[in-house]
């Protein structure tokens, strides 16, 4: 099992690096020793003490269970239907990077919010945007979260704290920054969780927004949910530094690598993280290191990697580990878990239907929600 995307190396690499090597010691030159000192967020608990530490108990395991089946079940059932032509345009699927949502929800409380990129199906639904409502967008439907103007990138509920869905590379970032600066601005002590792609991390935005959120100490969670791949290019062809948390050492920020794959690992950073902002601390760099199962969107076959490489994160599957967890802990037994099944397909069989039955929009909302300026581009007689 590859530990991390980030830190494979290919074959050919490791070749070359272990020539290099024995030629340096047959000519007995020294060779240098190089250690890379790992950051570990978790080591900083006493720096940090918990205010509100949210365990993980029995509750949460059962939780995460129901959470991440249904944002599992929900995202096959879109994938037939993008097939079946029901849903169209853009939409890519969450599907094997359930933990990064589940592990999240269970550490923030009522007021903080959640902004994220066009990968956004299981983010609305962890949320508590209803299934139908989802799947209503979708369609393009009247019903939809977003009115149906929105479709699958462009999730939106105001009501759940959910600021989209967006499907401009690494336009969330700014946009995450900018709601932790109203909240400190309005007192409150919520705090944003702003998710990005490993893709997504190479927009200039990053550099300026990380700036002003250390300098100004904003409450938001920056999360890079790592998958090893921006479409079809992987985090080793697009940089020489792999370890993506570390930029933020660049701006003083704490950061540090999770495994995404582990709800677990992924609550216990987050909850860190999340006391500290809501403190009054500033942000969080986390690079989650999960993997997307399907291609990038629904009309890419992922033939840039191996099938090795999918399985290997296949054998650390999320949904898997909850029901094992469940049964071994005796948390509950399979009867409960196949009540869990009934209830998920229940759910999104509904969605489903409402989408069906829903109405199109009326032709007259086409100029309603429109953001326009009177006097753009701001010239003056
Ligand atoms: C500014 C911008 N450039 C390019 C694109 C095209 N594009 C859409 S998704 C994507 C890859 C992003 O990958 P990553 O950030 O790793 O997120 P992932 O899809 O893996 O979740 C690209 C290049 C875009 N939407 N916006
Ligand atoms: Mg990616």
Redesign the pocket.
């Given at each position: 099992m590859k530990q991390a995307v980030s830190e494979t190396f290919d074959e050919k690499t490791t070749v070359k690096c272990t020539i290099v090597l024995k030629c340096m010691m047959f000519l007995h030159l020294k060779v240098p020793k190089i250690t890379i000192k790992k950051l570990d967020l978790l080591s900083q608990k006493n720096k940090y003490p918990k205010m509100s530490a949210v365990e993980i108990n029995k509750d949460t395991w059962l939780k995460w269970f129901e959470s991440m089946l249904l944002m599992r079940k929900f995202e096959e059932k879109t994938g037939q239907l993008y097939g079946q032509q029901k849903i169209r345009g853009f939409c890519?699927l969450?599907i094997g990077?359930e933990a990064v949502v589940a592990g999240a929800i269970s550490a923030m409380q009522k007021g903080d919010s959640m902004i994220t990129?066009?990968?956004d199906h299981a983010h609305a639904l962890a949320l508590g945007v209803s299934a139908d409502s989802i799947m209503a967008e979708m369609y393009g439907k009247a019903t939809g979260c977003s009115k149906g103007k929105g479709g699958s990138m462009h999730m939106f509920s105001k009501e759940h704290n959910f600021y989209g869905g967006h499907?401009?590379?690494?336009?969330q970032i700014p946009l995450g920054a900018g709601v932790a600066f109203a909240e400190k601005y309005k007192g409150t002590d919520n705090v944003n969780i702003c998710y990005?792609?490993?893709?997504?991390?190479r927009?200039g935005a990053l550099n300026e927004t990380f700036n002003m959120a250390m300098l100004w100490k904003l409450p938001v969670i920056f999360v890079c949910?790592?998958?090893?791949?921006?479409?079809g290019?992987s985090?080793q062809r697009t940089t020489n530094m792999t370890d993506i948390y570390k930029i933020g050492l660049g701006f003083d920020m704490p950061c540090a690598p999770v495994d995404g794959m582990d709800p677990v690992a992924v609550h216990n950073a987050m909850d860190e993280a999340i006391q500290r902002a809501r403190k009054g601390e500033g942000p969080t760099f986390l690079e989650m290191r999960t993997y997307?199962y399907r291609g990038?969107?629904m009309s890419d076959p992922a033939k840039y990697r191996t099938k090795e490489e999918l399985e290997d994160y296949k054998a650390k599957d999320p949904v898997e580990l909850a029901r094992e967890t469940i049964l071994k802990e005796k948390y509950a037994d399979q009867a409960w878990i196949e009540e869990v099944e009934a209830k998920v397909k229940a759910t999104v069989d509904q969605a489903v239907k409402f989408a069906e039955e829903s109405p199109w929009p009326e032709a007259s909302e086409l100029y309603k929600d429109v953001y326009m300026t009177e006097n753009y581009p701001y010239v003056m007689d």
């Amino acid at each position: 099992m590859k530990q991390a995307v980030s830190e494979t190396f290919d074959e050919k690499t490791t070749v070359k690096c272990t020539i290099v090597l024995k030629c340096m010691m047959f000519l007995h030159l020294k060779v240098p020793k190089i250690t890379i000192k790992k950051l570990d967020l978790l080591s900083q608990k006493n720096k940090y003490p918990k205010m509100s530490a949210v365990e993980i108990n029995k509750d949460t395991w059962l939780k995460w269970f129901e959470s991440m089946l249904l944002m599992r079940k929900f995202e096959e059932k879109t994938g037939q239907l993008y097939g079946q032509q029901k849903i169209r345009g853009f939409c890519h699927l969450y599907i094997g990077q359930e933990a990064v949502v589940a592990g999240a929800i269970s550490a923030m409380q009522k007021g903080d919010s959640m902004i994220t990129t066009y990968r956004d199906h299981a983010h609305a639904l962890a949320l508590g945007v209803s299934a139908d409502s989802i799947m209503a967008e979708m369609y393009g439907k009247a019903t939809g979260c977003s009115k149906g103007k929105g479709g699958s990138m462009h999730m939106f509920s105001k009501e759940h704290n959910f600021y989209g869905g967006h499907a401009i590379v690494g336009g969330q970032i700014p946009l995450g920054a900018g709601v932790a600066f109203a909240e400190k601005y309005k007192g409150t002590d919520n705090v944003n969780i702003c998710y990005m792609g490993d893709g997504a991390v190479r927009q200039g935005a990053l550099n300026e927004t990380f700036n002003m959120a250390m300098l100004w100490k904003l409450p938001v969670i920056f999360v890079c949910e790592n998958n090893g791949y921006a479409m079809g290019t992987s985090v080793q062809r697009t940089t020489n530094m792999t370890d993506i948390y570390k930029i933020g050492l660049g701006f003083d920020m704490p950061c540090a690598p999770v495994d995404g794959m582990d709800p677990v690992a992924v609550h216990n950073a987050m909850d860190e993280a999340i006391q500290r902002a809501r403190k009054g601390e500033g942000p969080t760099f986390l690079e989650m290191r999960t993997y997307r199962y399907r291609g990038h969107s629904m009309s890419d076959p992922a033939k840039y990697r191996t099938k090795e490489e999918l399985e290997d994160y296949k054998a650390k599957d999320p949904v898997e580990l909850a029901r094992e967890t469940i049964l071994k802990e005796k948390y509950a037994d399979q009867a409960w878990i196949e009540e869990v099944e009934a209830k998920v397909k229940a759910t999104v069989d509904q969605a489903v239907k409402f989408a069906e039955e829903s109405p199109w929009p009326e032709a007259s909302e086409l100029y309603k929600d429109v953001y326009m300026t009177e006097n753009y581009p701001y010239v003056m007689d």
